[in-house]
């Protein structure tokens, strides 16, 4: 029987997003990998479920880390089951080959850590901004990205920038909570 209270008790869902491997800037590569594998461990570590595209560069780092530690690592290769990276534990199919994660892995999150750097990236973050999902930066790692798109309204739009992948993953669990118990697009005092 349904009771919208369980609404409140389900695992929160964490997406991340950002560059493939080959798009990574070279001197920049061995960091941001580094980076991304660490939110995926302490998302784990929260026991909320990694919603990823499962491909490689941020992704595949972020899957292997929350992997590592016995998280739930959900993504969305494609059409075809297997064809997403090794680390994923839970695979959506969509009919979308190239793209899938935009609609079914962006809508699926309650908050998303982006690490922009590719079309991809970009195409991801426009729908969260469309459905005004929440959007953690870390600073150094593109955290101006919205102001340079300039779009319109963007000051009020629900994003943070944060100095570290442990604040950032400790703000997404702290909105979605928040989320998972009604008010989803609220900006709110980090503090």
């Given at each position: 029987m349904f009771?919208?209270?369980?609404?409140?008790?389900?695992?929160?869902?964490i997406g991340i997003i950002g560059p493939e491997e080959k798009n990574i800037p070279g001197k920049r590569e061995e960091v941001i990998l580094k980076l991304s594998e660490e939110i995926g461990r302490l998302v784990a570590e929260e026991k909320a479920i990694l919603i990823t595209g499962g491909c490689s560069g941020v992704v595949e780092a972020a899957c292997r880390g929350a992997y590592q530690v016995g998280g739930i690592v959900v993504g969305t290769p494609g059409r075809t089951r297997?064809?997403?990276?090794?680390?994923?534990?839970?695979?959506?199919?969509?009919?979308?080959?190239?793209?899938?994660?935009?609609?079914?892995?962006?809508?699926?999150?309650?908050?998303?850590?982006?690490?922009p750097g590719d079309a991809g990236t970009l195409g991801e973050l426009a729908i969260a901004y469309r459905y005004r999902k929440p959007l953690i930066f870390i600073k150094g790692?593109?955290?101006d990205f919205l102001a340079v798109l300039q779009l319109e309204g963007w000051e009020k739009y629900p994003y943070y920038v944060v100095q570290s992948a442990g604040e950032a993953v400790e703000l997404a669990v702290k909105i979605a909570r928040k989320i998972r118990g009604g008010k989803s697009n609220e900006r709110f005092s980090t503090d």
């Open positions: 009771n919208s209270k369980n609404m409140n008790s389900r695992n929160i869902q297997g064809m997403a990276i090794p680390w994923t534990t839970v695979e959506i199919c969509t009919p979308i080959d190239i793209g899938d994660y935009i609609f079914a892995g962006i809508l699926s999150s309650d908050v998303i850590i982006v690490i790692f593109g955290e």
